[in-house]
């Protein structure tokens, strides 16, 4: 299984970015994706999760700015970054886990978003 992250990037206070990430090889249906940060200096947090299911959460530092969507059939999830601030700096990284392997979490390289002030 490989996960591929994009859509990071230096964005001013206030602004937006979306972030996709595609799974590919030995996909199982029924799996959660999401999306992870860490801040320097910082551990690994959950930002927000999506079950094929159909169901999300967010934590509640990004409820109502993000949003965590996926597809299905592209095997990808997006995060939708609105209203950014400077503290949402951080490597954002997505993850991957499924029924058949529920404690193995896969990750993607990780990508850079920076927000200034």
């Known amino acids: 299984v490989q996960l591929q992250a994009s859509g990071g990037g230096l964005v001013q206070a206030g602004g937006s970015l979306r972030l996709s990430c595609t799974v590919s090889?030995?996909?199982?249906?029924?799996?959660?994706m999401g999306w992870y940060c860490q801040a320097p200096g910082k551990e690994r947090e959950l930002v927000a999760v999506?079950?094929?299911?159909?169901?999300?959460n967010a934590t509640d530092s990004v409820k109502g700015r993000f949003t965590i969507s996926r597809d299905n059939a592209k095997n990808t999830v997006y995060l939708q970054m609105n209203s950014l601030k400077p503290e949402d700096t951080a490597v954002y990284y997505c993850?991957?886990?499924?029924?058949?392997?529920?404690?193995?979490?896969?990750w993607g390289q990780g990508t850079l978003v920076t927000v200034s002030s």
């Open positions: 993850a991957y886990l499924n029924i058949c392997e529920p404690t193995h979490t896969y």
């Open positions: 999506s079950t094929s299911g159909g169901s999300t």
């Open positions: 090889g030995n996909i199982f249906s029924i799996n959660v």
